[in-house]
């Protein structure tokens, strides 16, 4: 007797739903069912439904966002998939879909402030629902290669990282045009972007944030910048631009078919998204430039500098041990989020591991490496999640609400960080009954 397929509702259909739609309808189509999917858009739900065909799949029941409670009654799926964005909007499904019974799949990051946090965390622990926050990163070979160095002790206890993440002026520009340009939407890059940074080093250190001080500023995205690049006279979107020529951000949504159907045939939806706003525009007010430290509570600190104007995309860690170093570099390609280019696939080249013994020479490390996205993550992850033979795993990467959690609350406290002056105490952000 074959058994039940495992059921999954889908709601957010914009781009980074692809990824979790075709693993449903492709590689795991044996075990897991697209029971419906949701989105504020009857243009995304429907070119959605012609991606699924594209792929041999059958079309899923279609649902708007406000018959998200008639979505779940009627279909009932085991697992809600949350894709929505803005990243402020998760919190609204994810306890909504376990007060009604469900498991939840989260896109990071879980969500952008203390307050709904601590709602998700108290929805999990009252409704006994799983909550797995989708961190790729942890997944790719060279991070979890990473975590078992450190984890053999190999340069003993770690006493502080220094950790250097670079967005390039293509990539690292696509946030300053899309509604991540407001903290009231994403929390900011040290939230929307760094709660994969932050998660991978309280990951690597198997340890938890206990204090947050940061500095930030916004320094390259500004009209100053534009000033200084002869773009005076832009308009605030790159669609009737009249220097459109002569700016290098631009974006012409009409270029890809995949942004053209899933942004600009969809600006008369409800909810009025325009997608390539211009990135030197005085709406924005998050920042390009950011500096953070952060104590942990077996004593080591971090030191965290997140640019989002780099040349290049990559980052730079190391490890201080009291029996050495360990150091790890790595370079991605660059991309505009939905332009059909594989997000975060790793330069092999330019990706290194180096061990530091103390009193000794830099060893390097052979890299292990994979394919596909975010490092050969992605692969990794849909087998964690959609795999119901998925063998136990001794990195333990799969991630809950916890993780989740604590990944985002180093991003809230820097935020408040920045707009207070000073130091910010992760336990008062999590609240007395956590």
């Known amino acids: 007797m074959s058994k039940a397929k495992k059921r999954y509702a889908q709601v957010g259909m914009g781009g980074r739903s692809r990824m979790y739609t075709d693993a449903i309808i492709g590689d795991f189509s044996d075990s897991c069912e697209l029971a419906a999917i949701c989105d504020k858009s009857g243009g995304r739900l429907d070119l959605a439904n012609r991606h699924i065909a594209e792929l041999g799949g059958s079309p899923a029941p279609t649902y708007r966002a406000d018959d998200f409670d008639k979505m779940i009654a009627e279909v009932k799926p085991d697992v809600v998939i949350v894709t929505t964005g803005p990243d402020a909007t998760h919190s609204d499904y994810i306890c909504r879909a376990m007060e009604l019974g469900c498991d939840v799949v989260t896109e990071k990051p879980m969500t952008t402030d203390a307050t709904r946090c601590r709602k998700i965390l108290k929805t999990a622990a009252e409704t006994g629902k799983n909550l797995q926050v989708t961190f790729n990163y942890r997944y790719a070979p060279p991070r979890s290669q990473v975590r078992e160095i450190i984890a053999s002790a190999a340069i003993g206890e770690i006493l502080s990282v220094d950790f250097a993440w670079l ?231 799969k991630a809950g609400a916890r993780d989740g959690a604590y990944s985002i609350l180093v991003g809230v406290a820097a935020c408040k960080s920045i707009d207070t002056g000073k130091a910010i105490k992760i336990a008062d952000l999590l609240g007395d009954d956590q």
């Open 167 to 397: 967005l390039d002026t293509r990539h690292g520009a696509d946030y300053f045009r899309r509604w991540h340009r407001r903290r009231e939407n994403s929390g900011s890059l040290l939230v929307h972007k760094a709660t994969h940074h932050f998660d991978l080093v309280n990951w690597w250190l198997d340890d938890v944030p206990e204090e947050v001080f940061s500095h930030a500023s916004l320094a390259y995205y500004t009209p100053a910048t534009a000033e200084r690049m002869g773009l005076a006279g832009r308009s605030e979107r790159c669609r009737d631009c009249p220097v459109a020529e002569k700016c290098k951000f631009h974006l012409d949504l009409a270029d890809s078919e995949n942004m053209k159907e899933m942004y600009l045939d969809c600006e008369d939806e409800p909810d009025g998204y325009i997608r390539d706003k211009c990135v030197f525009s005085d709406e924005i007010d998050i920042w390009d430039n950011m500096s953070v430290s952060v104590g942990y509570k077996r004593g080591a600190l971090l030191n965290y500098i997140l640019h989002a104007y780099s040349p290049y995309e990559g980052y730079r860690i190391a490890f201080n041990g009291t029996k050495g170093r360990l150091e790890h570099h790595a370079c991605e390609n660059t991309y505009v989020s939905g332009d059909g280019t594989v997000p975060g696939e790793l330069v092999k080249k330019n990706t290194t591991i180096a061990l530091i013994p103390e009193f000794s020479q830099p060893e390097a490390i052979e890299v292990r490496t994979g394919e596909g996205g975010h490092g050969g993550g992605d692969t990794l992850l849909l087998t964690d999640i959609f795999d119901p033979e998925a063998p136990a795993d001794p990195l333990k990467r």
